[in-house]
T-cell receptor, first 110, second 114 residues
């Protein structure tokens, strides 16, 4: 089993749609959780951190369920510019490398 | 703040030659850098952890003699792909952790071996 598993993509949605991505992680000792966005042939960029209390940043809402080891990302009112690959990322602890999920490709269509 | 500069951005080389990729932390000291590789439609896979002043730690399945890592200073880590072959063609990217802002990534190097 991979340490971080994500929904298989791709997701093709119309502008204005709401789309949800799911992710599970296997290492219960993981401490920090993130969603990154990666555009084609570019480096990943931090979209948002994920907290148990849930957090929202504009049209983006992230949620963490430690008991289920489950992370989610909700995008409301999708824009064309949201088209990218979304990576679920886990930080075990301290100065250890981030562990990346395979990513879910989102295409927002006009 | 917390910028990692990586170059070259892309490189095309002939099979059998070696390619060096550099990552510099511009405004912080990176005692540890992480090197990842990403094949098309795949996740970023950790290759090795580079430690300043000591040997790198390689992930299982990564040949240390083929992917030479040098981290001679607190701001520079290099990855050299020796005797490159077409199957080494990939997107290579480095990352470091800054205490102020967390993890930051270089802009990546797209290597094509012909």
């Amino acid at each position: 089993r991979k340490e971080v598993e994500q929904d298989p993509g791709p997701f093709n949605v119309p502008e204005g749609a709401t789309v949800a991505f799911n992710c599970t992680y296997s290492n219960s000792a993981s401490q920090s959780f993130f969603w990154y966005r990666q555009d084609c042939r570019k480096e990943p960029k931090l979209l948002m951190s994920v907290y148990s209390s849930g957090n929202e940043d504009g049209r983006f809402t992230a949620q963490l369920n430690r008991a289920s080891q489950y992370i989610s990302l909700l995008i409301r009112d999708s824009k064309l510019s949201d088209s990218a690959t979304y990576l679920c990322v886990v930080d075990r602890s301290g100065n250890t490398p981030l562990v990346f999920g395979k990513g879910t490709r989102l295409s927002v269509i006009a | 703040g917390a910028v990692v500069s990586q170059h070259p951005s892309w490189v095309i080389c002939k099979s059998g030659t070696s390619v060096k990729i550099e990552c510099r932390s511009l405004d912080f000291q990176a005692t540890t850098m992480f090197w990842y590789r990403q094949f098309p439609k795949q996740s970023l896979m950790l290759m090795a952890t580079s430690n300043e002043g000591s040997k790198a730690t390689y992930e299982q399945g990564v040949e240390k003699d083929k992917f030479l890592i040098n981290h001679a200073s607190l701001t520079l880590s290099t990855l050299t792909v020796t005797s490159a072959h077409p199957e080494d063609s990939s997107f290579y990217i480095c990352s470091a952790r800054d205490s102020r802002v967390g993890y930051t990534f270089g802009s990546g190097t797209r290597l094509t071996v012909v």
